[in-house]
């Protein structure tokens, strides 16, 4: 019987490993990319990621701000007895969020309750019966930026393979900057519509070879899903949608197929868009003798975690930011001379607000209320932080997709805000709205929230306390790295 408390203990560490360090594979085709990159902006941001890789490996904060619903992925060896498995993952998961300062993500209800749950459990557990006396878990920390640009599609029994690379391109296409690229693409095909989604989400996980404990990872490709995901992989990096929206050669970093069963009448096919950190983990469980125990015979449980060493080894590369305009926030006149394109390093005070914060100001504006704070001339940055460690002064910060406040944006921009801060594209009704404001939209890199905490130097809760992490904070931040999108 394999125990209630190694599962938990098992999830706890697998939680902490996909948050915070990048296996070998990601980090391998991150450096990769940034070593053959050929646009000097797309490579700056691609040495920004590594160096917030390093300093979440070290530091123990997260990755990204957006610690994600946890996807867990078990298989049971059918020799295996496991206790309470669905009880001691999710008991797994909340402890670890609690104990380590990552977000709490998850509501009660997509449609009619959208309440927090506070522990960000439950999590999605997908179970497998397989051969044998082990039990592998498997840990995908899936960001809503991402995975708000995955979809699924029903294609004809017939379609070809360019129908399908042309397929997977479009998504791709059409997510734009928003998921931070460059991606990983995990491309499921087969099942029905629902199993062809979880195939896009095993493909993610897919990796070769045979680490230094002796676990072996099966061969998934064949020579045939290969070939079709290099043609994929080649497709959308022609779209040189590039790193944060950047342009340049990497847009995506590797793409994975698995394919399977149908029906004859169908070609289900799934898209799973993941960000350049694709946060995974994974652990062996074995019941094994115990070397020193007596009656002899007795057994011990160990959980064989598969190693992840590259990040350990990286040196960073010092940062060199002498093609940016250091600018200070209460400089209006200096802020409004900026040009489409310029770098600049913002210092000064900025506030948070997004989806549910940006709902209630625009309430506040139609009923005649007092706001929590005047908007002429301020800086809203859309982004929610993760819980501040202690002796820290904001815990992991990042951007969330804008486009989601754009149907508040034009409102705000008219009431005298002046610039916004977030990443992706924006409406044309948004960027009417900017050029008649004589406003700004900036961008920051996605998925640098460990490195950019370090910019914050004060942070205070100034409204709407009870929505957590989308409360409205007045942050004091020095040479926070932007581009100017549109002005």
């Known amino acids: 019987m394999i125990t209630s408390e190694t599962i938990k203990n098992a999830v706890y560490n697998l939680c902490v490993e996909a948050n915070t360090v990048l296996t070998d594979s990601v980090f391998s085709a991150i450096l990769n990319a940034y070593k053959n990159e050929t646009n000097s902006d797309a490579k700056q941001a691609l040495q920004l990621i590594l160096k917030n890789a390093k300093m979440s490996y070290e530091t123990k ?95 004809s029994p017939t379609a070809s393979e360019e129908e399908i690379i042309e397929y997977v391109k479009s998504v791709v296409e059409k997510s734009g900057a928003k998921a931070c690229p460059p991606l990983f693409i995990g491309v499921g095909i087969g099942g029905t519509m629902e199993y062809a989604g979880l195939l896009s989400k095993k493909a993610l996980l897919c990796e070769d070879g045979t680490d230094d404990v002796g676990l072996v990872n099966p061969t998934y490709y064949t ?88 990040i350990k080894n990286y040196t960073p590369e010092a940062e060199d930011f002498s093609n940016f305009v250091k600018v200070d926030a209460s400089d209006i006149s200096g802020l409004r001379a900026l040009k489409i394109g310029q770098n600049i390093l913002l210092s000064g005070e900025i506030f948070t607000a997004r989806d549910i914060a940006h709902k209630k100001i625009i309430e506040i504006i139609k009923n005649g209320g007092k706001l929590p704070f005047d908007l002429r001339d301020k800086i809203i940055f859309y982004a929610g932080p993760c819980p501040c460690p202690l002796g820290e002064v904001i815990g992991s910060v990042g951007p969330t997709t804008s486009s989601r406040m754009d149907k508040f944006a034009p409102d705000l921009y008219r009431a005298g ?39 914050v130097i004060e942070n205070e809760v100034i409204a709407f306390e009870e929505l957590g992490t989308e409360a409205v904070r007045r942050l004091i931040v020095r040479d926070l790295p932007l581009r100017v999108d549109y002005c």
């Open 223 to 310: 020579n045939q899903r290969f070939d079709l995901a290099q043609k994929i992989k080649k497709s959308i990096n022609n779209l040189r949608i590039g790193t944060a929206g950047l342009g340049g050669d990497f847009t995506a970093l590797d793409v994975k197929i698995l394919t399977d069963f149908t029906h004859i009448a169908s070609m289900p096919v799934a898209v799973t868009i993941n960000c350049h950190s694709s946060r995974h983990s994974k652990c062996l469980i074995r019941s094994t003798p115990h070397p020193n125990s007596l009656p002899q015979g007795a057994r011990e449980q160990r959980a064989y975690f598969y190693p992840q060493l590259l």
């Open 61 to 155: 904060k997260p990755l990204c701000q957006d610690t994600g619903q946890v996807l867990v992925f078990v298989k049971i060896g059918e020799k295996v007895q496991v206790e309470n498995l669905n009880q001691s993952i999710n008991d797994g998961v909340s402890k670890v969020y609690d104990d380590n300062f990552y977000r709490k993500s998850v509501v009660k209800n997509a449609l009619f309750n959208r309440e927090n749950t506070k522990t960000n459990v439950p999590c999605i557990i997908y179970p497998e019966i397989v051969e044998g006396d082990e039990l592998e878990i498997e840990v995908l920390i899936k960001g809503a930026g991402a995975e708000n640009m995955s979809t699924t599609s029903m294609l």
């Open 417 to 455: 805000i002046l610039a916004t801060i977030g990443k992706g594209e924006r409406s044309e009704e948004v960027l009417k709205a900017v050029k008649k404001a004589r406003g700004l939209y900036f961008t920051v890199i996605g998925g640098i929230a460990c490195y950019l905490s370090e910019k």
